[in-house]
């Protein structure tokens, strides 16, 4: 009986010192780790059942067009109202950032992604401001520089690799202008590479119709000027849908 009670007695202080060695490497974890990760993480910027987040563009509670359901953030044209430009936009800026984001078109819609809007009367249009990666049904018959994929108007992209109308296609772009680089993968493939500013950004502007703003119809555009702003995602004739739009700030 004495070994017995012996052996008992061993065994439960092995396991107590087990336990507060086990304790002792889970509490050891060290804080800066902890923090560091939590520094550094991607923030969903769509709700399930809510537009929390996004607006229309210089929203005056008339505007309609934009719905969600199950994550899924859909405009239809048919059932848009209001005077203005119906896109929605962000109500944070952004700087330096990764985004990710999928999308699908009807046939023959298109839409598109906007990064530096500044959202001020003078501005009519969230473009004349901010620069756009276009979301388009790839049996459109347009030029490479307005394709899918293209930075719109100013960079055709390398490959062809969108999916057709009706199927999600994925865009992960980089704007980061620490490197002054803008990038765009297009599922899965770089297409896309361009500065953010400079002589070289200059030049790409320069034949486009952001250029000369006096003599457009538009007037008052200050095209790729704010490194911080808003983003956003554009209203045109169709039904456009986006889902799992995601962000890291850099």
Known sequence: MKKIILILTTVLILSCNNTTQNKDKV????MTKINAANDNEWVSLIQPNSMDGWHYYQDNGEKTGWDIKDGVLTFTSANASGEGDKSLVSDKEYTNFKIHLEWKVSPGSNSGFFWGVKEDEKYE???????????????NPDPPLIQAGALYGMVAPSEWVTNPAGEWNSY???INHNIN??????NGTK????PLSGDE???MVEPTKFNNCDEKPWQNCDFGKFKTGKISIQDHPGVISFRNIKILEL
Not at 191 to 194: D, K, L, P, Q, S
Request: no cysteine.
């Open 172 to 174: 992960d772009i980089t």
């Open 27 to 30: 509490d050891s974890i060290p």
């Open 125 to 139: 249009f969230p473009y004349v401001t901010g620069p756009e990666i276009q979301i388009l049904d790839p049996a």
């Open 181 to 186: 680089k803008g990038i765009v993968v297009h």
């Open 201 to 203: 950004w200059d030049a």
């Open 191 to 194: 297409i896309v590479e361009f």
